[in-house]
């Protein structure tokens, strides 16, 4: 009997830590589920819809519910250089460096922002937020950009340069594609 109570007390206490942890998790919310983007371009949209999706969520005051968004551009942003060094990214060669170094600093923002949520600072939470959308905005200056008739004449056809509609004579204008969010979907 001794023995059995020394088990289940050792057993308790090595437990007690997972406990924590769990809790601790629970109260981050369940991690985001996505997939991994495969192409420059979509990962350089991630980020960008997680960084608006903080955005609101900073707005409506739910930073409890940062971290989630800053783990998936934390992910995605340790790719990007990858991402960019495939063919057809439409990545300059030149430009991989500045993308990697750029993706190793989002990336590193992860825990400061973090932190600062957790603690309900806004004011910093804002402050690393700011500087996040800096450094995506060097990811997105090399993004393959894409242009289409805003009256869609040919309905979803795009072009590679800006111009004008053939069948109308508007000017084009810059697309982004769709990228299919669930959270968007379920009103997150």
Do not use: N
Not at 2 to 19: D, E, G, Q, R, Y
Not at 89 to 106: M, R, T
Not at 144 to 165: A, H, I, N, S, V
Not at 170 to 181: A, C, E, P, T, W
Request: include cysteine; aromatic fraction near 4%; glycine fraction near 6%.
């Amino acid at each position: 009997m001794f023995v059995k109570a020394m088990f289940i007390s050792v057993v308790s206490l090595a437990m007690a830590p997972v406990v924590a942890l769990a809790q601790h998790g629970e109260e981050k919310g369940k991690p985001a589920e996505f997939k991994m983007p495969t192409t420059y371009k979509a990962g350089v949209e991630e980020i960008e819809h997680r960084l608006d999706v903080i955005s609101k969520l900073m707005e409506s005051k739910q930073l409890a519910k940062v971290h989630v968004e800053a783990d998936v551009i934390q992910k995605v942003a340790k790719e990007i250089g990858q991402l960019a060094l495939k063919e057809g990214s439409s990545v300059p060669k030149e430009a991989v460096k500045d993308i990697d170094q750029a993706g190793k600093d989002l990336a590193g923002k992860f825990d400061a922002i973090d932190k600062s949520a957790d603690a309900g600072d806004a004011a910093g939470t804002k402050k690393i937020y700011d500087e996040m959308v800096k450094i995506a905005a060097t990811l997105a200056k090399y993004t393959p950009k894409t242009y289409q008739c805003p009256m869609k004449c040919e309905r979803e056809k795009t072009y590679d340069k800006l111009g004008k509609c053939p069948k109308c004579g508007m000017d084009l204008k810059g697309v982004k594609s769709h990228v299919d969010h669930e959270a968007e979907h379920e009103g997150h």
